[in-house]
């Protein structure tokens, strides 16, 4: 199973991203990525656009199983 952690940003366009982020450790908190993510806003760390990031909007752990064809 592949999962990704999808955290969603709210930017100064009024327009929102999400970062992707592959494999998550499986004791990830809200709290935890919360915190990173207010972070990353506070410093300015991203840019996409041309917009940064100005408020966290939320984060999600994606799941998906991959077969492969025989």
């Known amino acids: 199973m592949k999962r990704t952690l999808e955290i969603e940003f709210l930017l100064d366009n009024a327009k929102t991203k999400t970062l992707s982020l592959t494999d ?3 004791d990830l908190t809200e709290a935890a990525v919360k915190a990173w993510a207010e972070s990353v806003i506070a410093k300015k760390a991203l840019m996409t656009g041309g917009a940064f990031p100005t408020a966290y909007k939320g984060a999600t752990i ?3 199983e991959v077969e ?3």
Do not use: I
Request: without cysteine.
């Open 68 to 70: 492969a064809l025989a």
């Open 24 to 26: 998550p450790k499986d």
């Open 62 to 64: 994606r799941t998906v």
